[in-house]
């Protein structure tokens, strides 16, 4: 009689501490949420119209950043889509020219800083075979022929508006999930021969992405100079 | 010697327990994986008076380091939050309030002005309930972005268990 009341005395002691320590665990919880998000307020950028003050857009880009896809070094994905006159266009076309391929969206604020700078690399490396590809990774009812109408008209207006100088290409989320793409914008840098050579997540500084550029001219002028040698 | 037996598998099955989530720290995964930007932090229930207008306000949270835009985003191409419910039986939804946005520009891009939300933010649904147990189910859908990338449009999953006494 006497150990079964042990028994149940340590029972219901035992049931009392877990639930102290139930309460003690979530009261902290709390509070160190409580800590962290007084700490993770956005810093904004202030609003006061002084141009002169601003950080230029190359300075302000992801300089710091270390994002680049598990892609690079590999063969780029293959992939063909439809442009937005409804023409099929595969990565296939390209082999044997540098290529630019950059996932993009309307909705996307840093892609808006990033497409005038490829406008501009599109016109000034041209001479060296560079093409770029742009994918609209916006979001399109195929299955309502209406909504579909109004979503591939605002995506030619956006382009329209950009002054977008080289093909833009409706996503598709089988082509976007094969590319690894989860945030905009995504670009890719690739070779003559198809090899992805280097990649930004995010909007990189212009340098970087002409950087990029030339490694992807230089990548594949060497391996086919190569190739071409050997050949002879 | 069972009764201790007993006692110490109790114990231990308690103990194991209580190191797994507990009910109102699971709801901030609720549907959403890891992936979400945004979460749901309370209600899990609201008891209002039945019959009666009432506020449910709604408490949200967005990752640090992101901002989503507001209900009324300044550009036409922008995606703005919304919360997407389906009115169960017994359950009337008169309107969603959603809170103004804050002043906000990428760095890259100062002279193009956002309204977003950044932190945490509250929707107040104004809503009137019969008597009973009513399960609102609905969605916050709404696009992040950070300083420098965009994420794609998500819904979150919300459930509020609307209690009309």
């Not at chain 1, 149940?8 to 949420?33: Q, W, Y």
């Not at chain 1, 950059?102 to 093409?131: M, N």
């Not at chain 2, 327990?17 to 749901?40: C, I, R, S």
């Not at chain 2, 859908?141 to 009309?164: E, W």
Request: with cysteine; aromatic share 8%.
């Amino acid at each position: 009689m006497k150990r079964t009341f042990l028994v149940l005395a340590a029972m219901v002691t035992a049931v009392v501490l877990m639930i102290a320590a139930g309460v003690i665990n979530f009261e902290k919880r709390r509070e160190a949420e409580r800590a962290r998000m007084q700490g993770a307020q956005l810093t904004l950028v202030p609003d006061n119209g002084q141009a002169g003050s601003s950080p230029s857009a190359d300075d302000a880009a992801g300089g710091d950043m270390e994002n680049a896809s598990s892609l690079d070094g590999k063969v780029a994905p293959t992939f063909t889509l439809a442009d937005l006159n409804g023409n099929k266009v595969s990565l296939a076309n390209y082999k044997g020219r540098p290529l630019v391929v950059d996932f993009w969206a309307t909705w996307c604020g840093p892609c808006k800083v990033e497409i005038p700078w490829f406008e501009k690399l599109h016109d000034q490396y041209a001479g060296q075979g560079l093409e770029i590809l742009g994918v609209s990774t916006d979001d399109l009812d195929r299955d309502d022929p209406a909504k579909l109408f109004t979503q591939k008209r605002d995506i030619a207006d956006f382009v329209s508006k950009m002054h977008m100088n080289y093909p833009v290409l409706l996503g598709e989320d089988a082509v976007e999930d094969k590319w690894g793409i989860d945030a905009m914008p995504t670009t890719f840098f690739i070779d003559r021969n198809g090899k992805i050579v280097a990649s930004t997540i995010g909007l990189a500084p212009r340098d970087v992405i002409e950087s990029d550029i030339r490694k992807a001219i230089a990548s594949g002028q060497q391996e086919s100079g190569v190739k071409l040698g050997a050949g002879l | 010697m069972r009764l201790v037996t007993a006692a110490v598998t109790f114990v231990a099955l308690l103990a194991g327990g209580a190191a797994q989530k507990l009910p109102w720290q699971a709801a901030d995964d609720a549907g959403g994986g890891g992936q979400q930007k945004v979460h749901f932090l309370y209600p899990q229930q609201a008891t209002v008076a039945a019959g009666k207008a009432a506020t449910v306000e709604m408490h949200f949270r967005i990752n640090e380091g992101l901002h989503i835009n507001s209900h009324a985003p300044l550009q036409k191409s922008l995606i703005r939050t919304e919360l997407i419910e389906a009115e169960p039986q017994g359950v009337h939804i008169a309107a969603v309030d959603f809170p103004a946005g804050s002043d906000y520009a990428f760095p890259a891009d100062p002279s193009q002005k956002l309204s977003v939300y950044s932190g945490e933010f509250v929707l107040r649904m104004h809503v009137t309930v019969g008597r009973g147990d009513h399960l609102l189910a609905g969605q916050l859908r709404y696009q992040a972005c950070d300083d420098h990338t965009c994420f794609p449009p998500r819904n979150l999953p919300v459930s509020i268990d609307i209690v009309g006494n």
